[in-house]
């Protein structure tokens, strides 16, 4: 009876540790089939992201393509060429992407207001330049006071001239002892902004501000405005005798394709410009364009952001190339 007993006890014993060997088995089992299953999804999240990354490359040299065909064909640029279509590329029109995209913008910065420009070679203050960013922010959709406006353009000013003066000409600038008495001190550049995002630092401009205006500002060019790609609220900047009116006409007869855009007085065309005079603010031609590239494969997503200078129709040089 009592060696049945311990029999007894050894069996349980057993089944006990057998239960005990399970237990671990199984955790560890499904442990390595999630891990062999994230190894799995991780390779093709990785596989994706590569063949995004090319899709997004090629996009890029897509559009360099057709800014080289377009300068080759015309002595001016509008919105009406081939580069300021959005594309979008796949498998149909290019056999490398597999199942692949890419979707290619081409931003003209020709268009824009160029905030350097408002100090010329020497640091003198260009005052059609001055003008012109101000009635910009002026602009009722910004909605900023006129003190304000006042302010930030006087402080993008100290910012970027070579002196330490305090600009108070319409509004009070900023120099070297404001920003050195922030909580977070730094240094008055006394310098061309090397990017846009540098406005950022200056006195006045707001993440609000910043986000409500960066798309009409850039840092490249001589300051010219090329009347055939810019949008309306740059436009209207360009002289006092420019009202929402007449810039959604100049706007609306430059979309008309019938229309020519080879003369730099074409704008003149337009009722209600008589008075303006545009000829030292305005070109119809552009130099500077920032391409943006997405590619996409699955889950993955891949932008390049590139700045390039297009000089003749022999030459295009990378400005700067952002990866995201």
């Given amino acids: 009876m009592i060696i049945k007993g311990l029999l007894k006890d050894d069996r349980g014993f057993a089944l006990i540790i057998t239960i005990m060997i399970i237990s671990l088995i199984v955790p560890m089992t499904l442990e390595f089939n999630n891990s062999t299953l994230l190894y799995k999804v991780s390779s093709a999240h990785l596989k994706d992201g590569n063949v995004a990354a090319s899709a997004a490359k090629s996009g890029y040299n897509f559009a360099l393509a057709l800014l080289y065909a377009d300068a080759s064909s015309s002595d001016f640029d509008s919105l009406h060429e081939q580069w300021a279509d959005k594309v979008v590329l796949d498998s149909g029109a290019a056999s490398m992407f597999e199942d692949a995209k890419c979707k290619v913008i081409v931003v003209d910065h020709s268009g824009r207001i160029n905030i350097n420009s408002l100090i010329d070679e020497e640091g003198v203050p260009n005052?059609?330049?001055?003008?012109?960013?101000?009635?910009?922010?002026?602009?009722?959709?910004?909605?900023?006071?006129?003190?304000v406006v006042g302010d930030i353009v006087n402080s993008i000013l100290d910012w970027i001239d070579p002196d330490d003066d305090v600009t108070e000409e319409q509004g009070y600038g900023a120099e070297n002892s404001y920003y050195q008495g922030l909580r977070e001190p730094y240094a008055c550049n006394n310098a061309t902004f090397g990017t846009l995002d540098?406005?950022?630092?200056?006195?006045?401009?707001?993440?609000?501000?910043?986000?409500?205006?960066?798309?009409?500002?850039?840092?490249?060019?001589?300051?010219?405005i090329n009347i055939n790609t810019a949008d309306m609220l740059v436009i209207r900047s360009l002289s006092d005798g420019i009202d929402n009116e007449t810039a959604r006409a100049i706007i609306e007869y430059r979309n008309e394709e019938?229309?020519?855009?080879?003369?730099?007085?074409?704008?003149?065309?337009?009722?209600?410009?008589?008075d303006a005079s545009l000829d030292d603010l305005i070109t119809i031609s552009s130099t500077y364009f920032e391409i943006i590239s997405t590619g996409l494969k699955g889950a993955a997503e891949k932008t390049v952001r590139v700045m390039v200078e297009r000089e003749d129709q022999d030459e295009l040089r990378v400005l700067s190339w952002k990866t995201g």
């Fill in 127 to 147: 005052t059609a330049q001055i003008f012109m960013l101000r009635r910009f922010l002026e602009s009722e959709e910004f909605e900023l006071e006129e003190e």
């Fill in 198 to 224: 540098e406005l950022l630092l200056v006195k006045g401009i707001t993440r609000e501000i910043f986000s409500r205006i960066a798309r009409y500002l850039t840092i490249f060019g001589d300051g010219m």
């Fill in 258 to 274: 019938k229309n020519d855009l080879s003369d730099i007085g074409w704008y003149q065309n337009v009722q209600g410009t008589g």
